[in-house]
């Protein structure tokens, strides 16, 4: 099942299926690792927050909002 | 003449400016890339009998065209001045920062890649076979530990060999490529000519124009079949997650069989869990900013106190000059003016110093970007990102110190932006004259009240100020999202960080030292009266006969001046209200507000006997909205690069600052 990334709960782990958005965010958001196919771990989504998630040995805190432009899928 | 000239290339936090100035000790330059708003870094260093030019590139995430500091970067690495470019990656993070070297493979240019932070790496329990990769690379890989003496040694050597044939091999890319995209990409690469462009290889391109990045176009502009190759790519969707893909694709391969590792758990920290968490890790940041303002002021106090002694000289000084029969009015000119100025110069430099040591200690360690993670929800309604907080922070104590942190900030837009609104952050002097008067006038409730508006004004202040520059300062397209590494704690690298501190304590006390000097000799000889006593000084007829128009404001000609003596340092408002209402030489008064107290009774009597309560409230409101010292004001420059854009928001401040003495004066008027 597709869910966003936004949507996703502490502790939960998958996989980045696509990333949308416009093509400066997609070139700053797969500079960092967040690449279709890459497996990550939801760390914190606290309201008001940047969430933070564990991907590629990496701890990364990514605005909410860009969140809701990564779809994932459950591992 | 250099033997050879190297630049340094890596993400943020990949050790690279660490490594750069341990290579280079003092012999470093800071200029301007031509055109452009971005710090240029460059230096020099020599090992045996070779000498070295090397040029520390802007830390970025990627060689995309997304800001001006990579546009700079991959410019520079182009234009062939370079001889060899060092790629530095992160070994506790090996695959996701190993992107800047596959962002780099198909440029044309011999290459070598650092391993940094080995000792990290080892602790985790990782081992990488560092020559299998380099084998795979066809290029020299070397391990690194920043604190090793080893290291820096087994570099010097690499460097003594001849690296025109180092070129990487990008060989298993340009099939990751062929295989995603098909035969969108053999077309477009046969299109292209065979060795590229430049040092652009046609897989580089290729990869570049799926990205949609506008500057590659540039780059092809040249090329017969440019219109074909661009309606190629322009069908292409997704680019940067799909070459992104590849790029990792990629990584992994060259990686892969030559890392073991233990799994790593990626579960915070205790400390993580408490620093990240929404109310702890809330009190924790503001714990520990306060903890650091407190620090910096400690480890700045020799200086301040030396700075703050200086003006003690002025009167035994002055007195054995007139013994000699030196004129007056010289004597005036260096005791009191040029003194005070080389007073509150080294007093700034002293805070300087400590919050660059401060701040950059927990830069070092780690924590920032967990202040930054924590404060991105108030930046944001400010039209910047969590790593803005830091100019905000650094100005609590003073402003050139905030200023100069804004450097953290990627992009110029929101680095002038961050330092426009980090103006209405009052420093630790403005502080002093605000709580002083305001007591005065209003006992130690009224000064409360008087701060609480304060306060909600300056909130008010800092989003009229988002909303006025905001349009002009940050494109639309700069205005991303917080995107942030919150890297593994680090222990502080102890003489960096002094050394840092006092290159910027240098570089404040040189910019600032002549404008002061020049602002106070003038202020000096405005005030002189041959007679002594104030009512024959330029400053006061010319302050008398506009003061209709200054009580307008709700300012006196006393307070006025005070308010424009105040762009002199914030101190030095203190010292004129003094001089003003005692009618003595502004001049000492000015110098010695910075060491001694306020000779309280007599000013006191003469100042509220002189100014209404109104009058006195919007003196507060004025001369704490008033624009940052000329100190602060000179740093601005130097950081924004623009003297235009600095001047600009001066003035605005200055307008802002009389508009609300304006409203607070008359709105005081209806209630007394």
Not at chain 2, 366 to 373: D, E, L
């Amino acid at each position: 099942m597709i869910m966003k990334l936004s949507d996703i709960k502490p502790g939960g782990k998958g996989r980045i299926t696509a990333v949308t958005g416009d093509a400066a965010f997609q070139r700053r958001i797969t500079a960092v690792g967040m690449t279709p196919g890459s497996t990550f771990e939801v760390i914190r989504r606290e309201k008001g927050f940047p969430m933070l998630i564990s991907i590629r040995n990496t701890l990364l805190a990514v605005n909410s909002e860009d969140c809701k432009q990564i779809e994932t899928e459950a591992e | 003449m250099a033997d050879m000239s190297i630049a340094l290339l890596g993400q943020p936090n990949s050790g690279k400016s660490t490594l750069y100035n341990r290579l280079t000790g003092s012999h470093q330059h800071v200029g301007n890339w031509p055109g452009k708003t971005v710090e240029k870094n460059e230096g020099t260093f020599t090992h045996g009998s070779h000498t070295y030019n090397i040029t520390d590139l802007p830390g970025t995430y990627s060689l995309a065209a997304n800001s001006d500091e990579e546009i700079v970067t991959r410019d520079f690495i182009a234009s062939g001045s370079a001889d060899l470019i060092i790629i530095m990656s992160d070994a506790s993070q090996l695959e996701r920062s190993l992107f800047m070297l596959a962002d780099y493979a198909g440029i044309n240019v011999p290459c070598m890649l650092i391993l940094n932070m080995m000792d990290v790496s080892k602790e985790m329990g990782r081992q990488i076979d560092t020559d299998k990769i380099s084998k795979r690379l066809g290029i020299p890989v070397l391990p690194f530990t920043a604190s090793d003496k080893n290291s820096y040694e087994a570099l010097y050597d690499i460097l003594e060999k001849d690296c025109s044939s180092w070129h990487l091999d990008a060989g298993g890319l340009e099939q990751a490529y062929a295989d995603a995209f098909g035969s969108t990409y053999s077309k477009a690469v046969s299109l292209m000519p065979e060795g590229g462009i430049g040092v652009y290889s046609p897989a580089w391109l290729f990869s570049k124009l799926a990205e949609g990045d506008e500057v590659a176009k540039n780059i092809i502009g040249g090329c017969e079949n440019k219109d074909e190759i661009i309606k190629i790519v322009s069908g292409i969707e997704n680019g940067a997650p799909r070459t992104g893909n590849c790029k990792f694709t990629w990584i992994e391969s060259i990686i892969g069989g030559a890392v073991t590792e233990k799994k790593g758990s990626s579960a915070l920290s205790k400390f993580d869990r408490l620093a990240t968490s929404k109310v702890g890790g809330t009190i924790l940041a503001v714990a520990i900013a306060l903890g650091a303002f407190i620090g910096s002021v400690i480890l700045g106090y020799p200086l301040m106190a030396l700075g703050g002694a200086l003006p003690a000289l002025g009167q035994p000084l002055a007195e054995k000059l007139l013994e000699e029969g030196a004129h007056p009015l010289l004597v005036s000119i260096l005791c009191e003016g040029i003194l005070t100025a080389v007073a509150f110069t080294i007093m700034m430099c002293g805070y300087i110093f400590g919050a660059t040591f401060v701040f950059g200690l927990i830069e070092d360690v780690g924590y920032m970007a967990r202040i930054s993670y924590i404060f991105d929800g108030a930046m944001k309604k400010l039209g910047l990102h969590g790593k803005a907080v830091m100019p905000f922070l650094v100005s609590f104590g003073c402003n050139i110190g905030g200023a100069t942190s804004s450097r953290v900030l990627d992009n110029w837009g929101q680095r002038v932006m961050a330092i426009a609104l980090s103006w209405v952050v009052p420093c630790a002097s403005t502080w002093g004259v605000v709580g002083l008067i305001a007591t005065l006038f209003f006992g130690p409730a009224g000064a409360a009240l008087t701060i609480l508006g304060l306060l909600a004004v300056s909130v008010l202040h800092l989003i009229i100020t988002s909303k006025v520059f905001g349009k002009s300062l940050i494109k639309e397209s700069d205005r991303t999202g917080l995107i942030m590494e919150l890297p593994p704690y680090h222990k502080p690298k102890w003489g960096s960080l002094l050394s840092l501190s006092l290159t910027r304590m240098a570089e404040a006390f040189k910019r600032a030292i002549a404008i002061v000097t020049i602002v106070s000799v003038v202020i000096c000889l405005l005030s002189y009266s041959s007679t002594g006593n104030i009512h024959d000084s330029i400053i006061y007829k010319a302050g008398s006969a506009i003061e209709p128009v200054t009580l307008f404001f709700g300012l006196r000609w006393q307070t006025f001046t005070a308010w424009i003596a105040s762009w002199m340092g914030k101190e030095g408002s203190l010292g004129a209200i003094a001089a003003l209402f005692n009618e003595s030489s502004v001049m000492t008064a000015i110098a010695q507000s910075s060491s001694a107290p306020l000779d309280n009774n007599i000013v006191s009597a003469a100042l509220s006997a002189t100014l209404s309560k109104p009058e006195a409230l919007a003196f507060v409101f004025a001369f704490y909205f008033n624009m940052p010292c000329l100190m602060a004001l000179s740093a601005s420059v130097h950081e924004t690069h623009s003297l235009k854009w600095t001047l600009k928001i001066a003035g605005y401040y200055v307008c802002m600052s009389l508009l609300i003495s304006c409203i607070v004066y008359h709105l005081a008027l209806l209630i007394w």
